[in-house]
Nanobody, 115 residues
Framework: VQLQASGGGLVQPGGSLRLSCAAS????????MAWYRQAPGKQRILVAG???????MYADSVKGRFTISRDNVENTVYLQMNSLKPEDTARYYC??????????WGQGTQVTVSS
């Protein structure tokens, strides 16, 4: 399984970014896919997730600003991030979890929100 995250970068507060997670070896349409983030010195936390149904969930800190979605044909998961804040600065990781509970991680992509 490979999860290739991309789309990070430097953006000003209030700006937007769209992260992509291109998956191989795992079907994004039938497994739980998620985005996590980890800021320096802090624990990795769940940001958003999408199930096979699909149902979505979001951390309270990003509700109304972030949207997780997927493209079943491209086998890719996206995270649209709007109204970005400095506290959103972190490395963002794509995660895939099979029904067995086996998890897979991508290498992450850095998001920096700063003026």
């Amino acid at each position: 399984v490979q999860l290739q995250a991309s789309g990070g970068g430097l953006v000003q507060p209030g700006g937007s970014l769209r992260l992509s997670c291109a998956a191989s070896g795992i079907d994004v349409s039938s497994n739980v896919m998620a985005w996590y983030r980890q800021a320096p010195g802090k624990q990795r936390i769940l940001v958003a997730g999408i199930t096979g149904d699909p149902r979505t969930m979001y951390a309270d800190s990003v509700k109304g600003r972030f949207t997780i979605s997927r493209d079943n044909v491209e086998n890719t998961v996206y995270l649209q991030m709007n109204s970005l804040k400095p506290e959103d600065t972190a490395r963002y990781y794509c995660n895939g979890m099979r029904n067995t509970g086996r998890e897979y991680w991508g290498q992450g992509t850095q998001v920096t929100v700063s003026s």
